[in-house]
């Protein structure tokens, strides 16, 4: 459990963080940047950190390498094909994009509610054994960092949005990342370390959605 908590600090932030960036009214275009160049790192900083945290908790270390390419193809087609997509119709038809913007919004809400009820019931059977193991650790890991890094992005005097984007990307972890690495077959192999992952998949969403309206709140007020 202490190594799959280790791997979920490791994990960079996902597509999840770029929605819930767009949600907060954040800065979105700062918030792919920092889910692709994160991504792209964390490909050999996982393996290094994640045999360090086994060699201390269980006494063995295991080097889990993650394949470059399809990690590289991933963020290609979850973040870069739609974002260009997204960026050419803007260009091409900007009064159509405009006003669909708050559509897309409000579905984009509705799919993440829909994830969180879907995940909710899929676990509801060990639900209550999961989180008396780690949910205070993943509950901290994901408040800690998102307001630390908030509160780093103030002092330098970031813009509220940046400031936004870049908590909502440190505070969010990709824990299906996480989930994979420790379930695969081919990597770690062990479905005990893939529990603080599901914990914090359903966490993430719940502060996920505190985070996004306190953001969006402050937004307003801020250009009042």
Do not use: W
């Amino acid at each position: 459990l202490a190594v799959g908590v280790m791997l979920l600090a490791f994990c960079p932030g996902g597509a999840t963080s770029n929605l819930l960036s767009n949600l907060a009214r954040a800065d979105v275009a700062l918030s792919i940047t920092l889910t692709a160049i994160s991504s792209m790192v964390t490909v050999f900083t996982i393996p290094f950190f994640v045999n360090l945290s086994m060699e201390h908790f269980i006494g063995e270390g295991k080097y889990v390498e993650l394949p470059v390419l399809k990690t590289m193809l991933q963020i290609v087609v979850i973040t870069i094909i739609p974002v260009s997509i997204g960026m050419l119709l803007r260009g091409k038809s900007p009064k159509a994009s405009k006003r669909a913007e708050k559509p897309v919004k409000i579905a984009s809400a509705l799919f993440i509610t829909i994830i969180i009820l879907g995940a909710i019931l899929k676990e509801r059977a060990n639900l209550a054994d999961f989180f008396a193991q780690v949910g205070v650790i993943t509950l901290l890991i994901n408040l800690v960092i998102l307001t630390v890094a908030y509160g780093i992005s103030k002092l330098l005097n970031l813009s509220h949005p940046q400031r936004s984007a870049i908590a909502i990307e440190s505070g969010i972890q990709n824990g299906t990342l996480a989930i994979a690495i420790a379930t695969s077959s081919m990597l770690l192999n062990n479905s005990q370390m893939s529990i603080p992952a599901a914990i914090y998949s359903l966490i993430m969403f719940v502060t996920g959605g505190i985070a996004v309206y306190f953001f969006s709140r402050t937004f307003m007020f801020d250009k009042a």
